[in-house]
């Protein structure tokens, strides 16, 4: 077994030197990376998350804060956002544009007047529940 084993890498070991005679300079096998550093996956993903977005948002409790995300996130992850950053916990949180709830599953490109504006710069309003009692 041990012989085979070893015929076998010299048989790789040979092929790459081949490969490497034949195009000096050149890699053996092509990158994944195009010249500005993405491969075709972080192409994608840029293409699904859509333009950056920046939410203003006015809080119930007096509070103003900014999150900065893309029209394909959902609202979840924006009220994640703020949750995490003003440290009130998620389920206490409601944002509404033009005076509509926005629902969690909703992307932000679901929201054509979100869509029509340019620069993507958007003020929401965000109802804070009062906080359970301890």
């Known amino acids: 077994a041990q012989e085979r084993v070893t015929g076998y890498l010299d048989i790789a070991v040979t092929w790459f030197l081949a490969m490497a005679e034949e195009a000096p300079g050149a890699a053996a096998f092509p990158s994944q990376y195009d ?15 859509g333009e950056q977005l920046r939410l203003v948002c ?14 394909g996130h959902d609202v979840a992850y924006a009220k994640g956002q703020l949750a995490r950053q003003k440290e009130i916990e998620y389920g206490r949180l409601s944002f509404y544009l033009d005076d509509k709830l926005m629902f969690d599953p909703l992307s932000f490109n679901d929201f ?8 993507k710069v958007v003020n929401v309003r965000v109802e804070v529940a009062p906080a359970p009692p301890s």
């Open 112 to 119: 054509p007047s979100i869509m029509e504006r340019e620069p």
């Open 35 to 49: 010249e500005q550093g993405l491969t075709s996956f972080d192409k994608v993903e840029a293409e699904l998350r």
């Open 58 to 71: 006015d809080m119930s409790n007096g509070d103003r804060a900014e999150i900065v995300c893309n029209v």
